[in-house]
Nanobody, 124 residues
């Protein structure tokens, strides 16, 4: 059972930046596609950024394109979500999820393993 642990959330002012981390210590993360999803209060969970398992191709939701960057450091078994120019509408709980040999799809049901989430609040 793959366990994912997110960190890096917090309170930031509009226009600020945060970097989220998603780490596993049990298995080699490079075999997994990583998806970053978020859920704001009263809203459905939505996918924001994705990176595939093999060629590390990336994909982004339109709402974050140009502001968020997903990456991975396989040597550290860690994936990252760099979030710049944050807006109040980015406020949500952010989750990372893993899909074995995945292509980095935005389809939530393809991801078998989920972290516990980390809160991101963008407010002045």
């Amino acid at each position: 059972q793959l366990q994912l642990v997110e960190s890096g959330g917090g309170l930031v002012q509009p226009g600020g930046s945060l970097r989220l981390s998603c780490k596993t210590s049990q298995y080699t993360l490079e075999y997994y596609a990583i998806g970053w999803f978020r859920q704001a209060p009263g809203k459905k969970r939505e996918g924001v950024s994705f990176i595939s398992s093999l060629d590390e191709s990336t994909n982004y939701a339109d709402s974050v394109k140009g502001r968020f960057t997903v990456s991975r450091d396989n040597a550290k078994n860690t994936a990252y979500l760099q979030m710049n120019n944050l807006k109040p509408e980015d406020t949500a709980i952010y989750y990372c999820a893993a899909d074995l040999w995945g292509t980095g799809t935005s389809v939530e049901s393809e991801y078998d393993y989920w972290g516990q989430g980390t809160q991101v609040t963008v407010s002045s």
